[in-house]
């Protein structure tokens, strides 16, 4: 579907042009408002390999404010002319660099610096980029992503244990932020969007991550009120920096659950950069941890590639690849599972026949172009395209049991099922291919101007998307297939007949463009030592499947007083506006509703975050408060981490809690945090009424009840707010540090995290959609790793295959060290009376991970 944008629709185009000047007029007037007397330092900062170090803080103690390195290592600090200035230069493992300098008013000194790595040391002082901190971005190290134990890993979950971010399975890299679902959340590398499978319905087929830690030089995360330089989605933004190497260098890991290896290094004038990684993942052996028994083939691998040249020192070109492969195999053979209360325990047991084959193929690449026309503006221009080719088929017959099991303590035949409560068998057929690409061309420029700093971007996007659909589902319970259609005698046209249930059939070809762009500036100031920030900007999309313009301003006020207390206050505010994807548009049944709009949300978010001493030790405290009104919402149901959306606007909501997290060093040497949050979110349908009838009696009758009572009254109910499917009150997410003082090489690694129960309901239920609650998810992994050889160590001692190893560790973690039955989803089955029984699908139990990790 191609359509042309209407002359009606330009009508909007004077407002944002004029909304645009006046951001540029209120940005050159608190530029204006700059201080004399200032000169600067600027330089890069390296490892002992020459290779950048991000996220390096730069210091001058006494005085507030600071900068941190970009992904190149390259930092710019405003200070204070003829002024004696006590320079730090600090990053986590690193030794810390200490310097006093004069600067005369004007001047611009260069300042390279390279940092020692060490086994445990931490900076003295803490500071953060003044920009990114006025900003509601985090910044992460991603040196952690390779140290927390998880069954997953990865940069995700680094992210899951940050305040705001629910998460409540183990087998999945996805996750939820500030009450928003999986697919309202932004992720890019090098400034190019990134997109997930379609077809995905369950952790086990999900396989790798696209992010590869191993090649992430910085990560920036924010749960909300982001600036509008990121894209149009309503939760949160994942903002991944790819390594920029200067020396040879790599590493390689295996572990029971995959391996890995990647490459870097660069030519000697250091203009050709290289950094390439592979991955293999084979979740078998946790897989082999579930109730359900069988044969599972699960194979994962990914390939990403990146190459730099450097023509001239201003024009620069980047290619960015990545390949990924995901094939699942499963041919289950029975299940037993354990559920009910104590006053009625029950049992499910079932027997398999047939098996389910999926595969999920991946494309993606970009081209970029950067090019420095001057030392204050910097254009970009990228070029990307990512396609999936994707199959999910299975036919699997199930003949389960339930029974009552004996609960008696006494009873030799304690805990067994002694008497049988129902029979039948079910038959869960698919055939469902989808091919999707998407493809799109980009400008960006960047313009620095003292205290002020200015973004735009355009970018045309075009999408095309081929979906197949066939699957059913058949229910028999004690030889009665459920649902039955049943014939009235002596009616033509009526006779018996069995009616499928989740009958889905469909073809789809929706051919789409899109037209986006952003403006936004950002400025600083001081008024008597107290800092001063303010971020604004809007984006500006179109969509010609929907014919829908839409305009999304967005805003950041921060406030450093000038105190003896390193503290800052922020408040966001913005309208973040989602146009529908395709996941969005198919309804349950498979038909696509191309009139859907745009879904939207509005963030008011205030918060403040402190850095201070405690036991001799930096740490920092943050907090948020925020509150959303969501407006023309697709409701959606979850089934484990499949969303299946009623591709209908019909539902408004709001989401509101508060967020605290705390960092730093619990134990001296080695970063740690703890976050904790709070929050609500609800939501009311449009259509959600369901109708009571009642006898003579008043009594109600219970609908699909078969009796001879005649209905003689009926009563519309509708629910008004109810909970969304990720409504979690408490959530609360621990990475903990230690080691051995005598033997900082020893070293133990702690992923705690905790969420109160998600709702859940029974299909096809409108009077109790979310009314029902899951057990609390918990869960602790715990890892004990020994770095075998370290930097530091001599090399004169090694053997020659050694001696050009950087480190060795190997570890040993347990996951799920408390051995808890999470619940993933339910498992829904009817008797011959058409009751229902839940049956809870469990994650995996405690296991057991050995890794070798090899840096050289």
């Not at 870097?264 to 897989?287: C, H, I, P, W």
């Not at 700093?453 to 059913?472: A, C, P």
């Not at 989602?578 to 309804?587: K, T």
Request: charged share 20%; with cysteine.
């Amino acid at each position: 579907m191609f359509s042309r944008i209407s002359a009606s629709s330009t009508a909007l185009w004077p407002t944002i042009i004029l909304l645009f000047l006046l951001i540029q007029l209120a940005c050159v007037g608190a530029a204006s408002a700059q201080l004399s007397g200032k000169a600067e330092i600027y330089g890069k900062i390296t490892d002992e390999q020459q290779q950048p170090l991000a996220l390096v803080n730069i210091a001058i103690v006494g005085m507030p404010g600071g900068a941190v390195t970009g992904a190149d290592g390259t930092f710019v600090l405003k200070v204070d002319a003829n002024t004696e200035l006590n320079i730090v230069i600090s990053s986590v493992g690193y030794s810390t660099i200490k310097l006093k300098i004069v600067l005369k008013e004007g001047e611009k000194r260069e300042l390279n610096r390279r940092l020692i790595q060490t086994a445990v040391e931490l900076p003295d002082f803490v500071v953060e980029d003044r920009q990114v901190r006025s900003s509601s971005l985090s910044p992460i190290n991603p040196r952690l992503a390779t140290q927390i134990p998880s069954t997953s890993g990865g940069i995700e979950a680094l992210i899951k244990t940050m305040p705001g971010v629910s998460s409540n399975t183990e087998l999945s890299s996805q996750y939820s932020v500030r009450g928003g679902n999986y697919d309202e959340n932004l992720v890019y590398v090098n400034d190019v969007e990134i997109y997930k499978p379609f077809l995905v319905r369950s952790g086990q087929q999900e396989g790798l991550s696209f992010l590869n830690p191993d090649l992430v030089s910085s990560i920036l995360f924010s749960a909300g009120g982001f600036d509008a330089r990121y894209g149009d989605k309503m939760s949160s933004v994942l903002d991944i920096r790819y390594k920029r190497p200067t020396t040879f260098g790599g590493s390689v890991s295996a572990s029971l659950l995959g391996a890995s290896l990647h490459l870097e290094g660069s030519t000697k004038d250091r203009r050709f950069m290289y950094l390439v990684g592979a991955r293999q993942k084979n979740s078998q052996y946790v897989l082999k941890g579930l109730e359900t028994e069988g044969d599972y083939i699960p194979s994962f691998t990914d390939f990403q590639g990146m190459l730099h040249y450097e023509v001239n020192p201003r024009l620069e070109f980047s290619v960015f690849g990545n390949y990924a492969l995901n094939n699942y195999k499963l041919e289950p053979t029975v299940r037993n599972t354990s559920f009910g209360t104590i006053n009625e325990a029950l049992q499910l047991t079932v027997y398999f026949d047939g098996h389910e084959v999926d595969r999920f193929e991946n494309y993606m690449g970009a081209f970029t172009t950067s090019y420095k026309a001057s030392e204050q503006l910097m254009l970009k221009f990228i070029v990307s395209a990512f396609q999936t080719i994707e199959s999910e088929t299975f036919d699997i017959m199930g003949q389960y049991w339930i029974g009552e099991l004996e609960t008696d303590l006494g009873s030799q035949a304690f805990g067994q099922a002694l008497h049988l409560r129902d029979v039948g068998s079910y038959l869960n057929h698919a055939r469902n291919y989808l091919d999707a690409t998407v493809k799109s061309v980009e400008q960006r420029g960047t313009l620095v101007k003292e205290n002020a700093t200015t973004l735009w971007g355009i970018k045309y996007q075009r999408e095309v998307i081929h979906d197949r659909m066939s699957e059913w589902n058949l229910n028999d319970s004690a030889g009665f297939t459920l649902p039955y259609h049943a014939g009235v005698p002596g009616e033509p046209g009526n006779q018996s007949e069995v009616m499928l249930q989740d009958v889905v059939r469909s073809k789809t070809l929706l051919e789409s463009n899109r037209l986006s762009g952003f403006l936004q500036q950002h400025f600083t100031f001081t008024r008597e030592k107290s800092q001063y920030g303010l971020t604004v900007g809007a984006r500006v999309s179109y969509w010609d499947v929907n014919r829908q313009w839409l305009v999304s301003p967005r805003g950041t006020i921060s406030f450093k007083p000038a105190s003896n207390r390193d503290i800052l206050y922020r408040v966001s505010a913005g309208r973040y506006v989602q146009p529908p994807f395709y996941r969005e548009m198919r309804a349950p049944d498979g038909q696509v509703n191309t009139n859907l709009k745009a879904q939207t949300s509005t963030h008011l978010v205030a918060g403040t975050d402190l850095n201070f001493m405690a036991w001799g030790r930096p740490f920092k405290f943050t907090a948020e408060a925020y509150y959303k009104f969501l407006r023309n919402l697709v409701p959606y149901d979850v089934d484990n981490v499949r969303l299946r959306y009623y591709a209908k606007n019909m539902a408004s909501g709001y989401a509101t809690g508060l967020d605290f997290k705390v960092n730093g060093e619990f134990v001296k040497g080695v970063e740690s945090w703890a976050s904790l949050s709070l929050m609500r979110t609800a939501e009311n349908l449009d259509e959600d009424s369901y109708t009571d009838y009642f006898n003579a009696s008043g009594e109600r009758i219970i609908a699909g009840f078969t009796s001879d009572a005649v209905i003689v009254d009926s009563l519309t109910v509708y629910r008004g707010f109810m909970p969304r499917p990720t409504d979690q009150l408490i959530t609360f997410g621990l990475f903990f540090q230690d080691y051995l003082p005598r033997s900082p090489t020893y070293k133990m690694h702690l992923n705690l995290l905790f969420g109160t129960g998600m709702p859940y309901s029974p299909p096809g239920d409108a009077r109790a959609r979310n009314a029902q609650r899951m057990p609390p998810f918990r869960r602790v992994d715990i890892g004990f790793s020994k770095q075998i050889i370290g930097n530091s160590d001599k090399t004169a001692s090694r053997s020659a295959l050694l001696k050009h190893v950087r480190n060795i560790w190997i570890s040993a973690e347990v996951l799920n060290l408390l051995q808890v039955k999470n619940t993933i989803s339910y498992m829904w089955i009817k008797d011959v009376n058409n009751r229902q029984y839940g049956v809870p699908n469990y994650l995996t139990p405690r296991q057991l991970n050995i890794k070798l990790s090899i840096e050289f």
